[in-house]
């Protein structure tokens, strides 16, 4: 990759070295978001090698300092949460084409970045499909358990409904990778019963998929 691109990933990881919120791994506490952007550049590296670029740039900034935005600023519910994750979606994608405008990056090619991150066009943009798999995937490896565990009182038509509705924006490609993930027994249970329950809105899907 170019010395500019070098330049622009470690911008984005001194960006969220600032994470006020730590995890362990491998025995050293780092920023959470350094460790989620790590997670989703080597998903994308696995399911798509082939990946531009802009591509590789936007899922490093997926989540650019996500916690500028706290979730409990917005109302609880579906709606807040969209609303919230719509407002983070604008932000990371600000900071990102400021960040590439400082290397020197084109107009043009800030604005892919943005629409990448912002989901645009999803289902008809290969790029926001692949970012929207490979963060469904990084969800499901590393997140679900805690997500779950925070959630316990959902019962399982609540998480299946969820798992659901992620199956739907994501592309056969992604299904496939994320049934070949190591999954506990019970979250591999949960994905297979929201597959069955969506599988005719999949199917249509599949029909019509990017990938």
């Not at 025995?27 to 978001?33: I, L, P, Q, S």
């Not at 082939?50 to 979730?71: F, M, Y």
Request: with cysteine; glycine share 4%; proline share 3%.
């Amino acid at each position: 990759m170019t010395a500019r691109y070098e330049a622009l990933i470690a911008a984005i990881d001194a960006a969220n070295a600032d994470d006020p919120r730590r995890v362990t791994t491998d025995g050293a506490e780092r920023a959470f978001e350094i460790v989620y952007a790590e997670r989703m550049t080597a998903r994308l590296a696995a399911l798509y090698p082939e990946a531009s670029e802009l591509l590789q740039i936007a899922t490093r900034a997926q989540h650019l300092r996500r916690w500028d935005i706290p979730r409990e600023n917005f109302p609880l519910g579906r709606h807040g949460y969209n609303d919230w994750r719509k407002e983070c979606r604008a932000h990371h994608a600000r900071l990102a084409g400021e960040l590439m405008s400082a290397q020197g990056y084109a107009e043009d090619e800030i604005d892919h970045v943005g629409a990448i991150i912002r989901k645009e066009k999803l289902k008809k943009d290969r790029d926001s499909q692949a970012l929207e798999n490979v963060a469904a995937i990084v969800f499901l490896e590393h997140y679900f358990d805690d997500f779950h565990e925070k959630y316990k009182d959902y019962d399982d038509e609540k998480i299946v409904d969820i798992l659901g509705k992620t199956l739907c924006k994501m592309s056969p490609k992604g299904h496939g990778a994320a049934l070949a993930l190591p999954l506990p027994e019970r979250t591999r249970a949960l994905v297979a019963a929201a597959i069955a329950k969506e599988s005719e809105a999949l199917a249509k899907l599949a029909a019509v998929a990017i990938d």
